[in-house]
């Protein structure tokens, strides 16, 4: 068929149409680049917000010298250019429905509204050592008080001995309600969240086991589970903190991961500011079963406290019985494949919310953690039963956790919970120099 007739049919087919009909072929792709026919789209699709509006002469003139120029644009710049500007309308959509915050948790209150409305979802790509990738899209995804659990299984893994990293990615439809179309090929905008090695994933921190599989923890926040059997992949599992996730999953791009806003102290005179008044709110679940939901307030410490580079923050104190509680229901991690599925003991995803005085998040996670006997006494009640250890450790801050379990009521009690915060990260929030 000649060019001039399909240019013609192609003019009548709308932007999705027109993208997945550069698909077909070579030829398919030149003629859908066509500067004329995507003008013509840009325009109605950017114009039409405006009509309940006179345009001025001044606008009648840059759209003319608009429709004038296409000739001496390189084929698909205006296709170009109407990707761009539904990528920047979305972006701006998106910071607008996420601008409420919840003054008790600091974070905004819409997050779960977002994820739904903009069809955002996530995606690994796993990165062979010779160059090949595979690019996998989330199969079960679990939406939590203040994080999400995404989870990744099938029966076509790669051979884990031939991959070299694996690339966690936020994915947004580039139009807004395209994300209803079940197509597979639609197209998509990668922002690139975090990056992990995974040429010695064996050789990293174990955090659990069944007689099934064993369990890996990478940072930040990735859960990899392998068959014992095979040592090869059998689910990956991402607890993703809603702190900053939307931004984290959609402003980035495919190699460079979104770079948070630098931060203003807020400047004070106390002689201990940027120590007191905080509030932590910790979360322990698995499968949407939440083990503890605990809300702390009016935390704060000393400068006396400051050892190591960090600053200790007493949650619960062993000393005091009225703090100790109670997890819910038999603690575990619960897994799950096309083909199998299991619970791992100890084992559980921790959420942690830490907000300053002024009520912003000063410190959030989310990260599997499992519980061990300590490698060293416990000061705490020990007499009680058997006690267990819980830790989690990044740059910012260290959590540790004391549990005893009470062998009469089959339960486990944390009876010591402190933070340790990063003083650099206190200084560096605060404008202080302790």
């Keep these: 068929?000649?060019?001039?007739?399909?240019?013609?049919?192609?003019?009548?087919?709308?932007?999705?149409?027109?993208?997945?009909?550069?698909?077909?072929?070579?030829?398919?792709?030149?003629?859908?680049?066509?500067?004329?026919?995507?003008?013509?789209?840009?325009?109605?699709?950017?114009?039409?917000?405006?009509?309940?509006?006179?345009?001025?002469?001044?606008?009648?003139?840059?759209?003319?010298?608009?429709?004038?120029?296409?000739?001496?644009?390189?084929?698909?710049?205006?296709?170009?250019?109407?990707?761009?500007?539904?990528?920047?309308?979305?972006?701006?959509?998106?910071?607008?429905?996420?601008?409420?915050?919840?003054?008790?948790?600091?974070?905004?209150?819409?997050?779960?509204?977002?994820?739904?409305?903009?069809?955002?979802?996530?995606?690994?790509?796993?990165?062979?050592?010779?160059?090949?990738?595979?690019?996998?899209?989330?199969?079960?995804?679990?939406?939590?008080?203040?994080?999400?659990?995404?989870?990744?299984?099938?029966?076509?893994?790669?051979?884990?001995?031939?991959?070299?990293?694996?690339?966690?990615?936020?994915?947004?439809?580039?139009?807004?309600?395209?994300?209803?179309?079940?197509?597979?090929?639609?197209?998509?905008?990668?922002?690139?969240?975090?990056?992990?090695?995974?040429?010695?994933?064996?050789?990293?921190?174990?955090?659990?086991?069944?007689?099934?599989?064993?369990?890996?923890?990478?940072?930040?926040?990735?859960?990899?589970?392998?068959?014992?059997?095979?040592?090869?992949?059998?689910?990956?599992?991402?607890?993703?903190?809603?702190?900053?996730?939307v931004e984290r999953s959609t402003l980035g791009s495919a190699t460079i991961p979104y770079e948070l806003p630098p931060h203003s102290p807020f400047l004070d005179d106390s002689p201990e500011y940027g120590l007191h008044g905080y509030q932590l709110h910790v979360d322990l679940h698995s499968g949407g079963v939440f083990y503890l939901c605990g809300t702390f307030r009016n935390l704060f410490t000393k400068k006396g406290n400051i050892e190591n580079g960090h600053v200790k923050l007493i949650v619960i104190n062993f000393k005091n019985n009225r703090e100790h509680l109670p997890l819910i229901g038999k603690v575990g991690l619960s897994w799950k494949t096309d083909i199998f599925d299991g619970c791992i003991k100890s084992c559980s995803m921790m959420d942690v919310t830490l907000l300053d005085e002024h009520g912003k998040p000063f410190w959030c996670f989310s990260s599997p953690v499992c519980m061990r006997l300590p490698a060293t006494p416990s000061d705490g009640p020990s007499f009680l039963g058997q006690t267990y250890s819980m830790d989690y450790v990044d740059a910012e801050g260290r959590v540790h956790v004391e549990l005893v379990w009470i062998r009469e009521t089959e339960e486990y009690f944390i009876v010591n919970l402190v933070l340790y915060l990063s003083v650099a990260k206190i200084n560096h929030w605060f404008g202080t120099e302790y």
């Excluded at 936020?170 to 990056?195: C, E, N, Q």
């Excluded at 955090?207 to 040592?231: A, M, Q, T």
Aim: proline residues 3%; contains cysteine; charged residues 20%.
């Design 1 to 245: 068929m000649p060019s001039e007739i399909l240019l013609k049919i192609f003019s009548y087919l709308d932007a999705v149409s027109l993208l997945c009909t550069g698909c077909v072929s070579r030829r398919f792709y030149h003629l859908a680049n066509d500067n004329f026919i995507w003008i013509r789209i840009y325009s109605t699709a950017f114009s039409s917000t405006r009509s309940n509006w006179k345009v001025n002469s001044v606008e009648k003139i840059a759209i003319s010298m608009s429709f004038l120029s296409v000739q001496d644009k390189e084929a698909g710049y205006w296709k170009k250019e109407y990707i761009t500007k539904q990528i920047a309308s979305v972006k701006a959509a998106l910071a607008d429905i996420l601008k409420p915050v919840n003054p008790y948790t600091g974070l905004p209150v819409k997050t779960k509204e977002a994820l739904r409305i903009f069809g955002l979802g996530w995606a690994i790509i796993l990165k062979e050592k010779s160059g090949k990738e595979y690019i996998m899209e989330h199969v079960d995804l679990s939406i939590n008080d203040t994080s999400v659990t995404v989870t990744w299984y099938g029966k076509n893994w790669p051979c884990l001995a031939s991959l070299s990293t694996l690339d966690l990615c936020g994915v947004t439809p580039v139009f807004m309600d395209w994300y209803k179309t079940p197509t597979k090929h639609r197209l998509r905008w990668h922002s690139l969240i975090a990056k992990y090695n995974l040429s010695h994933l064996t050789e990293s921190t174990m955090i659990g086991c069944d007689r099934l599989i064993r369990i890996f923890c990478l940072h930040p926040g990735l859960l990899v589970g392998l068959w014992k059997k095979e040592e090869e992949l059998a689910f990956v599992m991402a607890n993703l903190h809603f702190h900053h996730l």
